[in-house]
């Protein structure tokens, strides 16, 4: 498929002689572990807008938008229906993910594809392993610290888009009360926040809900 020949891992970290790395010994600056030709994946489908990935994950997948929330819950990059659906940002989102508040769903599958792995961040060591995800568009990349995990009713706050400071002052307070695990990362007032969603059975319509704050990177 032509999505697949659009991604491509980034090359390893040459060691030295003395065994050190080659970012060790010498500056560089950070980029994304993989690379996407956006221009070969908006051929396939022009909704395409950015690609998510977690490392030593399932999470290695692009994300659409349209003009509603509905389209692609049971809709693959095709058309066609499957039960797994896409990833997809919130229609009310800027495509660039420019916002101070950017959400994407996806599905909790049982084999742990989509976002069936997010509920794993309950436990303080599986975030230790996997703290970072990264968040690639046409004309940014992202580093994607995580700092809180939650479960929360699918009508929370975190879906409304905060129009004011003490808004996000108590959209990030609630997160970080109700986090499974412990980031220790600082979040600034200034920073973007990337929240990612999905189904959760602790109770009717529960969700559980993986924020992070989106740092720029090569």
């Keep these: 498929m032509l999505i697949d020949k659009a991604i491509e891992t980034a090359p390893q970290t040459q060691q ?9 010994i010498k500056p560089v600056s950070e980029t994304a572990p993989i690379t996407v030709d956006f221009e070969r994946l908006q051929e396939e489908n022009k909704d395409i807008i950015a690609w998510l990935y977690c490392p030593d994950t399932e999470i290695n997948y692009p994300v659409v938008q349209s003009k509603d929330n509905e389209y692609y819950l049971r809709r693959l990059l095709d058309g066609t229906w499957n039960i797994a659906g896409t990833l997809f940002i919130d ?19 049982k084999n742990n594809t989509m976002f ?39 009508d929370s706050k975190v879906y409304e888009f905060e129009k004011t400071k003490e808004e996000r002052s108590g959209l990030l307070k609630t997160a970080l009360d109700n986090s499974l695990f412990t980031s220790g990362t600082t979040v600034s007032d200034e920073d973007r926040l990337l929240t990612l969603s999905t189904c959760s059975y602790e109770y009717d319509n529960a969700r559980f809900v993986l924020m992070g704050i989106l740092k720029e990177i090569g």
């Design 16 to 24: 030295t002689e003395n065994g050190q790395t080659e970012s060790a």
């Design 91 to 109: 229609y009310r989102n800027a495509a660039d993910c420019s916002d101070l508040h950017t959400i994407i769903y996806g599905h909790n599958m």
């Design 116 to 154: 069936g792995s997010l509920p794993k961040y309950s436990k303080q060591e599986y975030y230790e392993e996997h703290s970072v995800l990264y968040l690639l568009t046409p004309k940014q990349n992202y580093k994607v610290k995580l700092i809180a995990g939650y479960v929360t009713p699918s």
